[in-house]
């Protein structure tokens, strides 16, 4: 997939291909205003490792590209998209006002977590194939049950260990993680009893 890249090397790892970045155009209330966190880059190498089938992913709210780079660099990337242009991807394209569009394939990411049931219905609409990564707290909530009742995920991958998100993208600002994640996957309609998992 083309696209514009990272500036740093998160993986540290051959398969990485960065390059400079391009000037966003936005400021950076706006950047924070559209709740920015980048996401570790191995937690998309985790959803990798976990076998689950993902392939041609759209990551439809990609920031930097801390997810969508890793998954390009594995040839699992098809499009990668945000509200804002972070230098990455396509912006300008806000996920959450598509109508009756179909993806074939996945779409995964780290949404803003205040649209996130929003995000995760809406991917929904567009394919049975989901992977999002959200706090752990997303499992509970009287807003998220009826959503969870209609739309059980087939996995719960929980981090034993915690993984950081970066406001802005500043991995150098952050301290320890006091925040539980967890990849919430779901697939072909699964409505069963969702399975939970551990990621070390
Ligand atoms: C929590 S950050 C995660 C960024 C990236 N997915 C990652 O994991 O590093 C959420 C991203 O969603 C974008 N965003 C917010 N509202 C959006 C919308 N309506 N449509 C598309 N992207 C949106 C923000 O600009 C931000 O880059």
Not at 23 to 43: G, I, K, L, M, V
Not at 122 to 135: C, D, E, G, Q, W
Request: a negative charge; glycine letters at 6%; one cysteine or more.
């Amino acid at each position: 997939m083309e696209t514009k890249k990272l500036t740093k090397d998160w993986i540290g790892n051959k398969k990485s291909t960065f390059v400079t970045l391009g000037a966003s155009s936005h400021s950076e209330s706006d950047r924070e205003d559209n709740d920015y966190y980048a996401t570790d880059p191995r937690c998309a190498v985790d959803l990798i490792d976990a076998n689950i089938g993902i392939k041609n992913i759209w990551e439809c709210a990609c920031g930097e590209g801390h997810l969508a780079q890793v998954f390009d660099d594995y040839g699992l990337l098809s499009k990668a998209t945000d509200l804002i242009d972070r230098g990455y991807g396509i912006a300008d394209t806000d996920f959450l006002i598509f109508n009756d569009i179909k993806h074939d394939g996945w779409i995964v990411t780290n949404p803003p977590y205040k649209f996130a049931v929003e995000f995760c219905e809406k991917a929904l609409s567009i394919t049975p194939n989901v992977a999002m990564f959200l706090k752990l707290t997303f499992l509970e909530g009287q807003k998220r049950l009826p959503f969870f009742k209609e739309n059980p995920p087939i996995f719960v991958y929980v981090y034993s260990s915690r993984r950081k998100c970066a406001i802005n993208g500043d991995f150098d600002a952050i301290g320890s993680s006091a925040t539980a994640y967890a990849w919430f996957v779901w697939k072909d309609n699964f409505k069963g009893e969702p399975v939970i998992r551990w990621i070390q």
